[in-house]
């Protein structure tokens, strides 16, 4: 079985653009923390959180891996997690 956790925090950030400069045309993006999680694996958990936040949010332009983790019990992994910063621009 999948579970998903979602936890949403927003705070204003500069996003790089191409070349690693900053936006420069006034637009402003925000990010919000996304927790996931998944009984098959951490690549798993990040598709989960991407695709739960892409229903909801515009305009991603990036996603930042802040940590894993791991549920266990009786001696195995029950489910693999993944703290992510969603970056989207704001309209």
């Not at 949403?8 to 999680?37: C, H, W």
């Not at 690549?43 to 332009?61: C, G, M, S, Y």
């Not at 009786?74 to 993944?82: F, L, P, S, T």
Request: aromatic share 8%; with cysteine; hydrophobic share 45%.
């Amino acid at each position: 079985m999948t579970k998903t956790l979602i936890i949403f925090t927003l705070a204003n950030v500069r996003q790089p653009v191409k070349g690693g400069s900053y936006m420069a045309d006034g637009r402003v993006a925000r990010v919000t923390e996304v927790i996931a999680g998944s009984t098959k694996g951490f690549d798993d958990a990040v598709k989960i959180a991407f695709e739960r936040a892409n229903a909801t949010l515009r305009n991603i332009t990036g996603m930042k891996i802040m940590e894993f983790s791991v549920n266990c019990g009786d001696g195995k992994i029950n489910e693999y997690r993944v703290r992510l910063e969603v970056i989207f621009i704001l309209e």
